[in-house]
């Protein structure tokens, strides 16, 4: 095993507002670039309304929501794969959504998009993740910060305060 530098102790996933460089990796057969996630809802899909215009996906294939957990959560409209499979329940309404982690992907059409957020801001598993397996003894993380009361200083109406959702 090798020893840690004083300092260079993984911490927890708990930083600023929406940081971390969240954003998509999208590529075809012919194009690869990023767009990064810069909004508290960004659409996808082929319709000139879409903040993400991807030419062969469905007119609103897409959502992805910037959440008051500070998330990014992915609601696929349109036929595509996912990188899981929602719950059965979910299923039955037609509601394909996930939370998004380093790695994710999903397709629109022609398209593949993977998601990526630097580690020290992607809410998965903190303190570097587990050690010795699913079953091994992991430092509790701390509660997150109110993410709730951050204003999304994009937003027209700045007196909006982001709902969160539940767990």
Known sequence: MTDLIKGDEPT??????????????VTSEHERFEHAL??????????????????GAEAH??????????EYVLTLHGEGEMNARSGDAAQAK??????LRTGAHFTAGPWTLVFARDEFADHGRAYGGREGGELADQPAQEARPDYAAVVDEDDDDPSRLLEPTQD
Do not use: K, Q
Request: charged content about 25%; proline content about 2%; aromatic content about 2%.
């Open 94 to 99: 037609g509601d394909r959504t996930e939370t």
């Open 12 to 25: 927890t996933t708990h930083a600023a507002w929406g940081s971390g460089n969240p954003r998509l990796r």
């Open 61 to 70: 294939h897409a959502t992805i929501a910037h959440d008051g957990r500070d």
């Open 38 to 55: 810069t909004h508290d809802s960004t659409r996808v899909g082929s319709s000139s309304e879409s903040d993400l215009l991807l030419v």
